[in-house]
């Protein structure tokens, strides 16, 4: 029996992951928008690869649903109807709701302490301009919010989700006032978990997402309506 060579090259995929880094936070930063086409040799001239890791991972966000390939125009990003986003945000709030329940009850005082900095360092990100950092600090506080209740199961799910939602993330928390809402909003929800009130933290969370969600319903229905965003 022939012996199956099942070493793969490192370097490849390593490279294939910091593509598709690179195009989910450009997505997530709204530098390629809903809609926008995402040329495969336009793509390697900006990120400096060839085609091959280009094309893988435009393949992988494709799975996580935020490029989708349409019929002669290939590749470009999705976009998300109202009912969609509604759905979304409604699993999001359930299940980020039994997040925070479940962190405020069994969470370590390790990952509460991590939390506490990822917290901070979405208020830090608040106070500049940079929209991918931004994204990439609330999509760190959403991570460790997760893993800290403890359920593989959920974090999956919510990952799934949040690479979804995360194209109207930016848009929503750039909205007059809703950044600095949404700062205070999870600073609460970390001094639920750090007292250890898991009915409250459940609630925050709730609360939170359903927050984000009116503000991006709202401009999804602006959008709809031709109005300027």
């Given at each position: 029996m022939n012996e199956i060579n099942l070493q793969i090259p490192r370097q490849a995929a390593t490279l294939r992951l910091l593509v598709e880094d690179k195009i989910r936070s450009a997505i997530a930063a709204g530098h390629f928008k809903p809609g926008q086409r995402l040329i495969e040799r336009e793509l390697c001239e900006q990120i400096g690869v060839g085609r091959t890791s280009v094309r893988e991972a435009l393949r992988q966000l494709e799975a996580e649903g935020l490029v989708v390939t349409v019929p002669h125009r290939g590749p470009e990003v999705s976009s998300i109807s109202p009912d969609e986003a509604r759905q979304l945000y409604e699993l999001?709030?359930?299940?980020?709701?039994?997040?925070?329940?479940?962190?405020?009850?069994?969470?370590?005082?390790?990952?509460?302490?991590?939390?506490?900095?990822?917290?901070?360092?979405?208020?830090?990100?608040?106070?500049?301009?940079?929209?991918?950092?931004?994204v990439a600090a609330k999509t760190r506080f959403y991570a460790v919010l997760t893993q800290g209740a403890g359920n593989v199961f959920v974090t999956q799910t919510l990952t799934t989700l949040h690479n979804r939602i995360t194209l109207l993330r930016v848009t929503s928390m750039t909205q007059a006032g809703r950044l600095d809402d949404s700062v205070a909003e999870i600073r609460e929800i970390y001094d639920a978990i750090v007292a250890r009130d898991p009915e409250r933290a459940e609630a925050l969370c709730r609360n939170h997402i359903a927050k984000a969600a009116e503000v991006a319903m709202a401009v999804l229905a602006r959008q709809g309506s031709g109005a300027p965003e």
């Open positions: 999001r709030a359930l299940l980020e709701g039994f997040a925070g329940r479940n962190f405020a009850r069994n969470g370590s005082d390790a990952a509460i302490a991590e939390l506490g900095r990822a917290v901070d360092g979405f208020a830090t990100a608040a106070q500049g301009s940079d929209r991918a950092a931004l």
